[in-house]
T-cell receptor, first 110, second 115 residues
Framework: GEDVEQSLFLSVREGDSSVINCTYTDSSSTYLYWYKQEPGAGLQLLTYIFSNMDMKQDQRLTVLLNKKDKHLSLRIADTQTGDSAIYFCAEGHNTDKLIFGTGTRLQVFP | DAGVIQSPRHEVTEMGQEVTLRCKPISGHNSLFWYRQTMMRGLELLIYFNNNVPIDDSGMPEDRFSAKMPNASFSTLKIQPSEPRDSAVYFC?????????????FGPGTRLTVL
């Protein structure tokens, strides 16, 4: 079945880059997403990438997709304390349904 | 726009009681989703509706859970009877599109504690 996996924790120093990784199993995924969840809040869409792309950049965020290895990553440049949150990877098809990963808790320390 | 509205924000109840969670999607959105988030299982899709019709309820854990969407602006998730293992944060999300999943907007969630 469909499965999306992420490491649970990542700790980085303020100003460094963060790289959050995700692997998925469904090769027919059409879209892949990154969501951010701040404490006590719902998920907020950060960015997404179509499966026929291998990179997308949006300000401090860079998404890399290796479709052969079914590997997705999110790089946050110049990480700030406000970036501390849980980051979810998700895959979708041409439907409304998303399959979410377990989430990676990013902690940024001064 | 107020975003997706959920009520209550927090609910504490005793085992065996009925619990009803409420959601008001963003006006004009035609898809609505109910998710459950726990430490053990992460974020799970319970059910989703499109144009008020349930499309996929395969994530609903068991018959104690039921969801309705009587109109485009309101949905409920009911648990009866509730059990301690139902304790979780329940999120509602809505989307303006059908067939693309890039625009799900999440509510703030309802934190449910069943004692």
């Amino acid at each position: 079945g469909e499965d999306v996996e992420q490491s649970l924790f990542l700790s980085v120093r303020e100003g460094d880059s963060s790289v959050i990784n995700c692997t998925y199993t469904d090769s027919s995924s059409t879209y892949l997403y990154w969501y951010k969840q701040e404490p006590g809040a719902g998920l907020q869409l950060l960015t997404y990438i179509f499966s026929n792309m291998d990179m997308k950049q949006d300000q401090r965020l860079t998404v890399l997709l290796n479709k052969k290895d079914k590997h997705l990553s999110l790089r946050i440049a110049d990480t700030q304390t406000g970036d501390s949150a849980i980051y979810f990877c998700a895959e979708g098809h041409n439907t409304d349904k998303l399959i979410f990963g377990t989430g990676t808790r990013l902690q940024v320390f001064p | 726009d107020a975003g997706v509205i959920q009520s209550p924000r927090h609910e504490v109840t005793e085992m065996g009681q009925e619990v009803t969670l409420r959601c008001k999607p963003i006006s004009g959105h035609n898809s609505l989703f109910w998710y459950r988030q726990t430490m053990m299982r992460g974020l799970e899709l319970l059910i989703y509706f499109n144009n008020n019709v349930p499309i996929d309820d395969s994530g609903m854990p068991e018959d104690r859970f039921s969801a309705k969407m009587p109109n485009a602006s309101f949905s409920t998730l009911k648990i009866q009877p509730s059990e301690p293992r139902d304790s979780a944060v329940y999120f509602c999300a809505s989307s303006p599109t059908s067939g693309r999943a890039d625009t799900q907007y999440f509510g703030p969630g309802t934190r449910l504690t069943v004692l």
